[in-house]
Structure formats: structure tokens, C-alpha cells
């Protein structure tokens, strides 16, 4: 009897979760424009930005795999991506002009990641151009704001512009991407990162800290450091993601935490550690998202529409468009060869 593949298993469930958010959670507009339903009905309204920038992100995660509709959709999602412009950004829903630098990070994110699975270089300009909207969230002395109008400095929003940050050094060799950075780092280092290596949620305008942890705000924090150990060579920074993670299993393992999570956020936690695992292989957390994909798919997936909503999962907002998104996500990337898990972050 031969051992199962984890990552075969991953690309059959990958398929089979993509096809259920393209059937239940994509449709067309009467104008026969592409557009993301925040939900299976035919009554659910069209999505925020948030929720379909996961879905944009589950496109390039499948793209590789050559799943059906995978290639095809990317350019009608990147059409309908346009009804959320608000000038050299996006708002949280078409005709919103008050943007949050979380969501547009995740966006800019999205667009490397196409860049990486498509070789398109244009998807790098799109990227370096909203940028340009990224570091006006910057505070003193760093630290990337939540939301246009306010002074909370969340970790959600500067860990991934931090990444974004390092992926368009990358690319482009550009000192200042890295500069904003390695900023972004030390503030989160400084302020929000506690004993247990853990980061914290956010830093209030008054200088006092929301210290609940979510396992999203230890993904990208783990990918910017291991981007950071690849683009300057100090594997010092591999030492602290790997703190992180390991800080991160103790956790969320305390009272089914990883179950109760929503799975959007373990996502994001997962998709990060693949990076760090194809530099610093782990068994033990291997096992740790092998284990939380075979739940998900014995557990949560609904038989009658394919999408991950039972057995007690949690949720971001009991709409499921953005939770199946995620997941689709983790088990596309489980399913990619270990030697392009670097590309993920």
C-alpha cells in the first residue's frame, strides 16, 4: 500500500473547490461583465473589495495547476476590478472613495502573484503604481495605517505592504522599496510583536495596543521575513519567522483555534509558511496544514453546493464567498511543486 501524496490530493481537492467558487460565487452582470457574489444566492449582493481580492488571489494560486477557468478568468476579474477604482487606489465598493490600505495591499499582492505565474511584467507595474498609494498609509517612524482618516496602524496593513514592498525590490532592484520595508519591519518589531513572537492586532492612536492575534497577522509577517532573508542574506531573519510559526501552532492549537479561526485568515497564515518551508523545511508544521486541509475537506465541505461552510469552521463574516476563496488558495499552492513554494509570498 503506498503512502497518500499529500500534494496530488491538494490538486484534485483544489480543482474541485475552484469549480464550486467559479459555479456559486462568480456571475455576470447584465451588462455581461464578470462579477464576485459575496455568497451562493442569486440574491447575494456583489462583493467588497476584500472578498474579491481572495478570489483574485485563488485565480493566480490555480493558474499553474491549468485548472478549468482558471487562465480564462483573470483578465474579466482584472476588468471588473476597475468598478472599485478610486483614483490611484481601490475603495471597499464601486463609488467608495474612502480606501483602506489593508485591502489594497491585498490587491497589490495579487497582481505580483500574476506576475510571478504569468511572466507579465506589466502586472509589476500595476503593482509599483498602486504602491504609490500604499506608502501614504505610512505613520512616523513606520508602521502602515488601516484605513484613510485614521491613525490606527494595524498589523494587517503593514505586514503585506511590507511584502509588497520586497516583492517589488525584487523585481526591480529599487533601493527605496527596500528601505520602506525594512521601516515597515522594525515598527512591527517594536510595537506589535510580543514576548511569544507573536504579533499583536493593532497600535491605537493614543499609543496602546489591541492585543488579539489572529493567525493572518502571523502569515505575513513570517513571508516578509523570509523575503527579507532572501533579498538581504541575513538568515537571521529565517530564526524569527520560524519563531513566529512555531509561536503561532502553540497558539492556535489551544481550544480548536485553528478550527475557529476563519479560514481566510488561516490562508493567508498557511500560504506564508509554504514560503518559509522551501527554505526552512519543518515536518511538524507540514503536518499542521496537511492536518487542517483533511478537516476542512471531511468536515466543512457542503455536499449539495461544494463549499466549505459545516462542521463548525469558522468564518470572517458568514458570507462564504471569501472563506472558500482562502481555502481554495491552500489547497492550489499545497498542490504546486515544492520548489516554486518561494514564489507564494
Known amino acids: 500500500m503506498t503512502e497518500r501524496d499529500p500534494s496530488s490530493n491538494a490538486s484534485t481537492r483544489a480543482e474541485a473547490a475552484w469549480a464550486s467558487l467559479v459555479s456559486r460565487c462568480l456571475v455576470r452582470t447584465r451588462d455581461d461583465q464578470l462579477a464576485v457574489r459575496d455568497g451562493p444566492r442569486r440574491s447575494a449582493p456583489l462583493a467588497a473589495l476584500w472578498p474579491f481580492g481572495q478570489v483574485l488571489a485563488a485565480s493566480a494560486a490555480v493558474v499553474p495547476l491549468g485548472l478549468p477557468n482558471s487562465a480564462s478568468v483573470v483578465a474579466p476579474l482584472l476588468l471588473a476590478l476597475e468598478r472599485y477604482r478610486s483614483e490611484h487606489g481601490y475603495g471597499p465598493f464601486p463609488g467608495d472613495r474612502t480606501r483602506y490600505f489593508d485591502d489594497n495591499a491585498w490587491i497589490a499582492l495579487d497582481l505580483l502573484q500574476l506576475a510571478s505565474v504569468t511572466k507579465d511584467r506589466s502586472f509589476v507595474q500595476a503593482a509599483a503604481e498602486l504602491f504609490g498609494f500604499l506608502k501614504e498609509g505610512e505613520g512616523e517612524n513606520g508602521g502602515v495605517y488601516w484605513v ?44 506589535l510583536r510580543d514576548a511569544r513572537g507573536l504579533y499583536l492586532d493593532h497600535l491605537r492612536a493614543d499609543g496602546s495596543v489591541e492585543p488579539t492575534v489572529w493567525s493572518y497577522n502571523q502569515g505575513t509577517p513570517i513571508g516578509a521575513a523570509v523575503l527579507l532573508a532572501k533579498l538581504t542574506e541575513d538568515r537571521a ?28 485568515f488561516n490562508a493567508i497564515f498557511f500560504r506564508n509558511l509554504l514560503a518559509l518551508l522551501a527554505v526552512a523545511p519543518d515536518a511538524q508544521l507540514l503536518d499542521v496544514l496537511d492536518g487542517y486541509m483533511d478537516r476542512v475537506w471531511s468536515q466543512a465541505r457542503q455536499r449539495r453546493t461544494g463549499l466549505f461552510v459545516g462542521g463548525g469552521i469558522g468564518s470572517y463574516d458568514g458570507r462564504p464567498t471569501i472563506d472558500h476563496a482562502g481555502l481554495t488558495q491552500v489547497f492550489a499552492f499545497r498542490a504546486w511543486p515544492r520548489e516554486r513554494w518561494s514564489e507564494i509570498c
Open 148 to 191: 484613510e482618516g485614521e491613525l490606527s496602524r494595524n498589523t494587517c496593513a503593514t505586514a503585506p505592504t511590507a511584502q509588497v514592498a520586497l516583492r517589488l525590490f525584487d523585481a526591480t532592484g529599487d533601493a527605496e522599496y527596500l528601505d520602506f520595508a525594512q521601516r515597515q519591519m522594525a515598527f512591527l518589531d517594536r510595537e
Open 237 to 264: 531573519w529565517l530564526g524569527q519567522a520560524i519563531e513566529t510559526a512555531l509561536a503561532a501552532d502553540d497558539f492556535f492549537r489551544q481550544g480548536d483555534g485553528w478550527w475557529r479561526q476563519p479560514p481566510v
